[in-house]
């Protein structure tokens, strides 16, 4: 199915416009698209399909991209935890600048049984009544033996049976497969069926029952319970469809001093191992570092040692939407006689003019995803988020980022994230980062200024013989920007030396106003994000974005 051909939808009522702006024009699109119309102005060649190259070739040549910015796990009145309607959620999403966005109630029985039926209805309302965003309907999926994972398709006749037959057959906690500790014997069962899972959607694809789905994988080390070897397995077990995680978890307003509690963590990550954490993990692993998952923000650690492998493993960054910090809404009242298990929908909230318990942030409202596409759509951010062409900050700090892999004295393009450029030993290469600063205050009222950016470098070193493996011990800061006072937009052309081994570059920068030695050490990364005091962890004032990585394949 081309990007400009539709489906016949399942509900007759709703015209394919209604459901897919990738039938609107291209001049109605410009006209009405609002944040992302000027992106697509400035580039002609995204309206031909000719320039959607894929960004899998070594001909270093990626296609010209704008960015849509998203957010892949909020929570509604359809998750038994949260509170919100779908009209106050895709309001506030516009207000801050979202252009997708995908609801991820969680699985129980109430979902499974009424709500995912009931929650479509809204989904093809809201999807009616907000135009210039793309809504996804997803699911958040309890893995057998580990923790939460974002589910989810495009519109099409067949999205709400692909996710309720998944949750009913492969949910951890409907199953009772929650067991995940070395030893137990239920373990292996439980990790086997993760795996079945994932190659049961990945058929679904295959065999074009719907059009595209993808799996990433939700505040990883929260409880330390996704395994390396388990985040390798759903990896191998559906690739690209298993793409990636969240680099950075929601809950980033837990830790606002004197909001939550003296003991609270950026992201809720406030837990102690449990019998089912891998024994693997430090415990150092159980904390946010700038707001970012340690298996992220660890120079060397395992997203490294995933990467080092030679194939990508994207990162993003959410709200995770439940209970926004300080908002004062309530859950309302239950008739009588009605739970969420005979419902599958929490009462629509009150307001009570007062601030109410909570640790999120609005969608877009401090965690951005941004992913890089040829042309608008819901199709194109799932490619745009299975090539990998994705960076995500905090905070708006910064208003753009462009990253180009370029041969010496070429015209063309270049390679940009989740590319591969194939190259000789000895060859020099340039790594050109655009960035664009931010250009007005935040939602918090600040100036973001961004302090530095750092290139981080790891060698390829393919398969691991342990799959536990949670190291890379070839990566390494290998050079630091300073752009502190630079404002606008601005280039930095970084020379890249050609040695015997494929590698990868990847970026990160910060505010600069916290850090510290990383993780691994100094010689891996001097200056890295660091976790904060229990209780004093202001979001707005430690503030950091990543990008996912550019591979070089050395020829010999």
Request: glycine share 12%; aromatic share 10%.
């Amino acid at each position: 199915m081309t990007e400009q051909q539709l489906p016949t939808w399942a509900d007759p009522s709703v015209a394919p416009a209604d459901l897919d702006p990738q039938g609107v024009s291209r001049r109605g699109l410009l006209r009405s698209a609002g944040l992302f119309g000027a992106a697509f102005a400035l580039s002609p060649a995204l309206a031909s399909p000719a320039s959607a190259t894929s960004g899998k070739g070594y001909g270093g040549e990626d296609p010209r991209l704008a960015y849509l910015v998203g957010d892949h796990h909020i929570h509604s009145v359809y998750s038994h935890d949260a509170k919100y309607t779908f009209s106050q959620l895709a309001k506030k999403a516009a207000e801050f600048g979202l252009d997708w966005m995908v609801f991820t109630e969680h699985s129980n029985f109430g979902h499974a049984d009424f709500g995912a039926a009931l929650e479509h209805k809204e989904i093809l309302k809201a999807r009616r009544e907000n135009p210039r965003q793309l809504i996804f309907q997803g699911l958040e999926w309890y893995i057998p033996a580990a923790e939460h994972c974002t589910v989810f398709t495009p519109p099409g006749p067949n999205e709400v049976d692909v996710l309720t037959r998944f949750e009913s057959a492969y949910d951890g906690k409907l199953l009772g497969y929650t067991d995940g500790a070395p030893g137990n014997a239920n373990t292996a069962r439980n990790e086997a069926h993760a795996v079945k899972a994932l190659q049961w959607l990945a058929e679904q694809r295959r065999t074009g029952y719907v059009d595209d789905v993808l799996v990433l994988a939700n505040h990883p080390l929260r409880l330390g319970i996704d395994s390396p070897h388990e985040l390798r397995a759903w990896r191998d077990a559906a690739p690209g469809i298993m793409v990636g995680m969240e680099g950075a978890p929601g809950a980033q307003g837990a830790a606002i001093p004197g909001w939550r509690g003296a003991n609270s963590i950026r992201g809720e990550y406030e837990n102690a191992p449990s019998a089912n954490s891998f024994a693997g993990y430090p415990k150092e692993a159980y904390l946010t570092y700038g707001g970012f998952d340690w298996a992220t923000a660890t120079v060397g650690g395992l997203w490294d040692s995933m990467l080092a492998e030679g194939g990508l493993f994207s990162i993003t960054s959410n709200s995770d939407a439940h209970r926004i910090v300080f908002d004062t809404w309530k859950n309302g009242d239950w008739p009588a006689g009605q739970n969420f298990d005979n419902t599958g929908k929490l009462p629509d909230p009150v307001n009570t003019a007062s601030p109410q318990p909570g640790s999120d942030f609005w969608p877009g409202q401090f965690s951005r995803t941004h992913v890089g596409v040829t042309r608008y759509g819901y199709r194109a951010v799932m490619t745009g988020l299975r090539e990998g062409r994705v960076w995500a900050d905090h905070g708006h700090l910064i208003d753009g980022l462009e990253v180009r892999l370029k041969r010496p004295h070429s015209h063309g393009r270049g390679v940009t994230l989740g590319g591969r450029l194939r190259v000789r030993r000895g060859e020099k290469l340039t790594l050109e980062i655009t960035v664009t600063t931010a250009s007005r205050v935040n939602p918090h009222g600040i100036l973001p200024k961004l302090a530095h950016v750092d290139v981080i470098r790891g060698t390829v070193t393919g398969p691991v013989t342990d799959a536990d493996t949670w190291k890379a011990p070839d990566t390494r800061v290998v050079r630091t920007k300073d752009v502190s006072g630079l404002k606008g937009t601005y280039t930095l052309r970084v020379p890249v030396a050609v040695e015997d081994d494929s590698f990868y570059l990847r970026l990160r920068g910060s505010d600069g106003n916290r850090g510290g030695t990383g993780y691994l050490g100094a010689s891996v990364d001097p200056h890295g994000p660091v976790p904060h005091a229990p209780g004093d962890g202001d979001p707005w004032t430690d503030t950091w974005f990543y990008a996912n990585p550019i591979f070089v394949d050395v020829v010999r």
